[in-house]
């Protein structure tokens, strides 16, 4: 017999599924032009190398000031990124100064999201519990302080909210991907509103952050998509670009209610196609 539960604020309501992505129909973007076998090899074991010399490093740049170990983080996420074969290209108004208190969203396509973000504002990251699990990934998220959520779990849904506004209060950023799930760019899902609460409770600006992929389907993450498969995806794939775009930040004084504040910021990500953002400056 089944049983009718609440729908939780974190719940992935994405239509992409390893059957019906991207990835799984190439005819939706175009075929994807891939590298050799050796090429994608060198460039997996390069990744996974870089990811490791952040996690050794972590415990040492913990003690360095606060700016030096953003700026490493900064370094260290634009390494990853070229590391897996990535080239991104980034656009934005002037960086906010390390200090000032902001909530950071955007679109969620791929686990890819998270190093190309820190690579512009490195903050604390709200992950689902299952990224802790991850080989590798997740011991460097962990080390991060990413803050792991159960996404069915309203009752620890109002402690999760606290703890994000007292980093917030702090001076600190949060990193956050209110659709819930990743949505692999064929679209974009509704932004939840439970995270722009920790905003509001702590006065703190919003910042969007608008995410694109070509081809698409070589970076789209999905529902059970196995994450070896996805990082495999991602190191054969021959020229594939991120694009990240920092909007306009938002004040949380403008939107006095969660629901308002979460629309402002959807639709500010969504009503931005990439092309929109101005020049995008290639990485260095």
Known sequence: MSTTTAA???????????GHDCAAHPETYGPV?????????VRLAAGVS?????????PAAALLPGTVRLSLVRSWARAVVRAFGVRAR???????????????????????????VAAVLPGRMV?????RGWPVLGTAAALGGTLFIDRDGLRALPGTVREMAGVLAAGGRVVVFPEGSTWCGRAVGRFRRAAFQAALD???????????????????????DPLGTSLWRVVTARSLTAEV??????????????RALAAAAERAVTGLASEDVGSYRPEP
């Open 50 to 58: 870089t990811v490791l010399v952040g996690l050794l490093a972590a």
């Open 202 to 224: 702590a006065g703190a600006d919003v910042q969007p952050v608008r995410l694109d992929f070509r081809p698409t389907g070589a970076a789209a993450y999905v529902g059970p």
């Open 245 to 258: 775009g920092l909007l306009p930040r938002i004040p949380a004084a403008r939107h006095p209610e969660r």
């Open 90 to 116: 980034y656009a934005s108004p002037a960086s906010p100064a390390a200090g000032v208190p902001l909530l950071v969203v955007a679109n969620h396509v791929s686990w890819l999201d998270i190093p190309l």
């Open 127 to 131: 992950a689902k519990k299952e990224v």
């Open 33 to 41: 032009d891939t590298v050799g076998h050796a090429r994608a090899v």
């Open 8 to 18: 939780s604020p974190w719940l992935p309501t994405a239509p992409c599924t390893p």
